[in-house]
C-alpha cells in the first residue's frame, strides 16, 4: 500500500474512533422536537445528554428563543458552581433531576400561555464541545381544551371511526 493510501486507512480510523466516543442525545433524539401542553398544568421539556468515554457535561443552560431572533436565559447549571435561574424565569421553573448536568429536563410546574415558543437545550462537555436540541412548546388554554371536547362530544353520533377523528381533532 502506498503512503497516501496509509494514511488515508489511518485517518478513517481516527475518525471512526473520534465518531464513536462522542456522546448522544437520548432525549429527545430529534434536533427539532414540538411538544404540546396544557396552561396551569406542568410541562416537561426533556433534554437528557448521555457522555461516552472520557467527556463530561460541564454545563447546561436553557433559553427560549424570542421573536426578534435573541435568547432569553432561564436557567443554567454548572458541574461545580450549582444552578441559576434568571429573570421572569426565577422561581418559575426548575431542572427535573437533581443532577442537570447529567439529566437535563426542564419542568414548568405551572405553565401559562405565554410559556408558547421555542426552546433550546445547550449542552456544553468537555472536551467536544456544544451540542443542542430545540423544542417548539405549544400551550392550550383550558378553555381551548374544554371546547374541543364539547365539539366532539356533540359530533360523537355522526362519526363513523371516533378515534380517529378524535387524534385529528386534538393536533394543533
Not at 481516527?14 to 398544568?41: H, K, M, N, W, Y
Request: hydrophobic share 35%; net charge negative; glycine share 6%.
Amino acid at each position: 500500500m502506498d503512503l497516501t493510501g496509509q494514511r488515508l486507512k489511518y485517518l478513517a480510523l481516527l475518525l471512526l474512533s473520534v465518531i464513536c466516543v462522542q456522546g448522544d442525545f437520548v432525549e429527545p433524539p430529534q434536533p427539532e422536537t414540538p411538544l404540546r401542553s396544557f396552561a396551569e398544568s406542568e410541562t416537561r421539556l426533556p433534554c437528557h445528554y448521555q457522555v461516552e468515554g472520557g467527556q463530561k457535561v460541564v454545563q447546561v443552560t436553557w433559553y427560549k428563543d424570542l421573536p426578534d431572533g435573541s435568547k432569553d436565559q432561564i436557567i443554567t447549571a454548572h458541574f461545580v458552581d450549582g444552578h441559576t435561574e434568571f429573570g421572569r424565569f426565577s422561581g418559575r421553573v426548575r431542572f427535573e433531576s437533581g443532577s442537570p448536568t447529567v439529566n437535563s429536563a426542564l419542568l414548568i410546574p405551572n405553565t401559562e400561555e405565554s410559556d408558547k415558543g421555542s426552546y433550546t437545550c445547550h449542552i456544553s462537555t468537555f472536551p467536544n464541545g456544544n451540542f443542542e436540541r430545540h423544542i417548539t412548546l405549544t400551550v392550550w388554554s383550558k378553555s381551548h381544551h374544554l371546547s374541543l371536547v364539547f365539539s366532539f362530544s356533540s359530533l360523537l353520533p355522526h362519526i363513523s371511526n371516533p378515534v380517529r377523528a378524535a387524534v385529528m381533532m386534538f393536533k394543533p
